[in-house]
């Protein structure tokens, strides 16, 4: 917060942020650096998704393409919107 004024991200609940994003393109990060792009279906209270028209991408790099891909969330470091 600066000069009392909200800035982007702020003051938003995470499970409404997930909740809005589901439908659009995110970026996910793996705890083992793997990187998932995708557009999110699904995402539960563990943190499990969906992803759908998913690339996967280790060290940069493009490995493979999957139409559908299912992540457990425990392994996931960070969820980002595109």
Do not use: H, W
Request: with cysteine; glycine share 12%; hydrophobic share 35%.
């Amino acid at each position: 917060m600066e000069n009392g004024n909200l800035s982007q991200g702020e003051g938003k609940d995470p499970s409404a942020f997930l909740s809005e994003i589901i439908g659009n393109s995110v970026t996910v990060k793996l705890n083992s650096g793997v990187v998932y792009k995708g557009e999110l279906q699904s995402i539960d209270g563990y943190m499990n998704l969906a992803l759908e028209k998913c690339e996967e991408y280790v060290d940069g790099v493009k490995k493979r393409s999957y139409g559908d891909a299912f992540v457990r969330g425990n392994n996931v470091m960070y969820i980002s919107a595109d």
